[in-house]
């Protein structure tokens, strides 16, 4: 259009501002952000990088107490281990104790984040209480369990003899299945606090209104939970899970205090595998090799979860 | 025939009483608007009604049925939140059939009234969008549709055009004239707005403080507003009011001239309407002031005179073409008839039932 051409030729020239930046407004961000991340780069080389790839070396040769100088032995080490049921039945049991503390911390995490979300009298005191086994050294919490489990005096037989479900005390810890469900409920107590802690901060973010308007439509209890706040808390739940497997994979400290890997193999899981053969039995390059393979597990959920963060950054 | 019967309601959170003593009768097909400033107590009155808190004491009644222990979904009520209060995980078609969905209806039966609903509310290209989709004027829609569909015995709206933009707002009024038109069924509208109470309403309830102040056709409490507080509430621009100051038996004295005494009553304050005010010398009662500052919005002019001895300027509403000069002395006159008197205890001294016993 001819007046749209005439304001074209009338543009006017301005000078440059002294208070402009030479490399425009965002000029010498990135460095600072660098400089932020410096500090944490360097611990973490140092601490998880350098380990990490030493072990990497390491899963290649044979190294134990046998062996004055490791002697490189390519994958030698994994084919062995791939035929090993020992390392097999490791990672089912890894598996098992996986899939039941995540299922049961992350129900029971949601179901008491619900109760703690709802308004009534001492709510912030049961909520500070329900932080402790968070700040207990799990260790103490093993202990604890310990003593419900005990043979001769535990909380458990004592109370089960009282209300008549046994005869005699029972070494719960012995069986199989006992010990199994021993360590699950010590892990799932550790991890109720942060999980709930999770749930509630998503629970606040919950609109008030919409779940009025659902009760007006006519929803109970059931579609409440299902209709609207689990789909609120979606983007939660897929975190807390993910985390939630990172963890328990990882779960060491707990399983070894209460049964350390018993009885004979039931609870041996993997970070407990690597610890026997590396400081039980001194095969350090079988240890490394199981390590890696360890890495590898958590390495999917660990991207998942890292994605799902990288996503909220946005 | 749908009656809904307020009894001696009060609502107490704690000390706090936020309702007291509420009686109202809203009949079949009635709009009605809960009016008042902000704070008063018109949600809480409105979530009574909805039953989505109890009532402290008090009756509330549905076709002679008392609904204190009915939960809000069997009550035949539908609401429409301040804040819409979609379900952000559900398409538009899904919120608004959810209520039939839960009540176990029929997939084609919920697909019919929610086509219905989507056009009468000009929402059905919107169908398959979730509520983050769409605009606030949408959005309102849909919340109205989501009421429609089940097809209430009344329907609840709390502040519904508060969060829309001022000519949005307009349009929606209408809008919801319309609908109350077509539909009929009784509607329960809270605002603080008193020109969407005038422009909606067949009663409007006044409220303040948790109290009803006066319950009447808009222009009912136009004209005969009991009170101060309803006087000055109801009317825009809003009522002057001007102190009495003295003054025999036929004569009111008041800042800047006087004003015929009512028959009846002492009068401690008196109010006329911008709207019954003119800038003349032969009037009935007339007033001397100085022009402090005009508008000039097109349509009409507001006067801002500054009376002596009153602190706010008296506001006179003229002809859209009147030329006013600032810093001038200037008569306003008004009628015997435009005058409304209150006593001291802020309630009207009527004058239309003059004395029968005195
Ligand atoms: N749950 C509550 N607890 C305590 N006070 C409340 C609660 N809900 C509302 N109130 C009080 O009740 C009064 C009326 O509130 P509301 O009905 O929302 O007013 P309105 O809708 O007229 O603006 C306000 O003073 C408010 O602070
Ligand atoms: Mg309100």
Redesign the interface.
């Known amino acids: 259009m001819p007046t749209d051409l005439s304001q074209a030729a009338d543009a006017r020239t301005f000078r440059p501002s002294p208070h402009a930046k030479r490399g425009g407004l965002r000029a010498g961000q990135g460095r600072f952000g660098v400089m932020l991340l410096l500090p944490a780069l360097i611990a973490f080389s140092l601490i998880v990088l350098s380990p990490f790839v030493q072990a990497l070396g390491l899963s290649l040769y044979k190294y134990t107490i046998s062996t004055p100088e490791p002697i490189f032995v390519g994958l030698a080490n994994f084919k062995k281990l791939l035929a090993d049921p020992t390392v097999r039945g490791s990672f089912v049991t890894t598996a098992v104790y996986v899939f039941f503390t995540t299922f049961f911390s992350i129900t029971l995490g949601l179901a008491w984040a619900i109760i703690l979300n709802e308004p009534f009298k001492g709510r912030n005191a049961l909520r500070g209480i329900s932080l402790l086994p968070w700040i207990m050294p799990a260790t103490v919490s093993a202990f604890i369990f310990g003593w419900i489990f005990n043979s001769r005096y535990g909380v458990l037989n004592a109370v089960a003899m009282e209300f008549g479900f046994i005869e005699h005390p029972q070494a719960w810890l012995s069986t199989t299945s006992g010990a199994m469900t021993a360590i699950v409920m010590v892990k799932v107590w550790l991890s109720i606090p942060l999980f709930m802690s999770f749930f509630l901060a998503g629970l606040a973010s919950m609109?008030r209104?919409?779940i009025?308007?659902?009760?007006?439509?006519?929803?109970g209890n059931y579609?409440v939970l299902k209709?609207?706040i689990l789909?609120?808390l979606r983007p939660v739940i897929l975190v807390v899970v993910v985390l939630g497997m990172i963890g328990n994979l990882q779960q060491f400290d707990s399983i070894y205090a209460l049964t350390g890997g018993g009885p004979v193999r039931a609870t041996s899981v993997l970070s407990v595998e690597v610890y026997r053969r590396a400081f039980e039995q001194w095969d350090i390059g079988m240890a490394a090799t199981i390590g890696v393979l360890w890495v590898a597990t958590i390495l999917p959920p660990a991207y998942f979860y890292l994605r799902q963060l990288m996503k909220g950054a946005e | 025939m749908t009656e809904l019967v307020i009894q001696n309601l009060y609502k107490r959170y704690g000390e706090v009483e936020v309702l007291k003593d509420i009686n109202l009768t809203v009949k079949t097909g009635e709009f009605t608007v809960f009016v008042g400033p902000s704070g008063c107590g018109k949600s809480t009155l409105l979530r009574m009604i909805?039953?989505?808190d109890e009532v402290s004491s008090g009756e509330i009644a549905i076709d002679g049925e008392l609904m204190n222990a009915v939960?809000?979904?069997k009550r035949g009520?539908?609401?429409v939140?301040?804040?819409y209060?979609?379900?952000?995980?559900?398409s538009v078609a899904q919120n608004m059939g959810?209520?039939l969905r839960?009540?176990g209806e029929s997939k084609e039966l919920i697909a019919e009234r929610v086509t219905r609903a989507s056009e009468i509310l000009k929402i059905d290209d919107y169908l398959d969008r979730k509520p983050r989709q769409l605009s606030g004027g949408q959005r309102q829609r849909v919340a109205i549709g989501?009421a429609i569909v089940?097809e209430p015995k009344i329907f609840l709206f709390d502040e519904p055009l508060s969060n829309l933009d001022a000519a949005l707002r307009v349009d929606m009024r209408m809008e919801f004239a319309r609908l109350k038109d077509r539909l009929g069924t009784t509607m329960i509208y809270v605002t603080h707005d008193q020109v969407e109470a005038m422009t909606l309403a067949d009663k409007i309830v006044v409220m303040r403080d948790g109290r009803i102040e006066q319950v009447g056709s808009p222009l009912d409490l136009y004209h005969h507003p009991e009170n101060r507080f309803v006087a000055g509430f109801i009317g825009s621009p809003k009522m002057n009011f001007l102190p009495v100051t003295g003054g025999d038996g036929a004569r009111l004295r008041l800042p800047g001239g006087s004003v015929a005494a009512p028959r009846i009553g002492k009068p401690f304050e008196i109010g006329v309407r911008p709207e019954h005010m003119e800038i003349t010398d032969g009037a009935e009662n007339t007033l001397t002031g100085n022009v402090l500052t005009s508008e000039h919005l097109g349509s009409d002019t507001f006067a801002y005179v500054q009376i002596e001895g009153v602190e706010r300027p008296a506001m006179v509403r003229l002809d859209g073409e009147r030329q006013i000069t600032h810093g001038e002395d200037v008569s306003i006159g008004f009628a015997d008839s435009a005058v409304h008197y209150f006593g001291s205890d802020g309630l009207t001294i009527s004058q239309a039932q003059v004395p029968a016993a005195a």
Do not use: K, T, W
């Open positions: 609109d209104e919409q009025e308007a659902a009760r007006v439509d006519g929803a579609n209709d609207h789909p609120h | 909805c039953g989505l939960p809000p979904s009520i539908a609401m939140f301040q804040s209060a979609l379900y952000p995980h559900m959810y209520a839960l009540a989501r089940r």
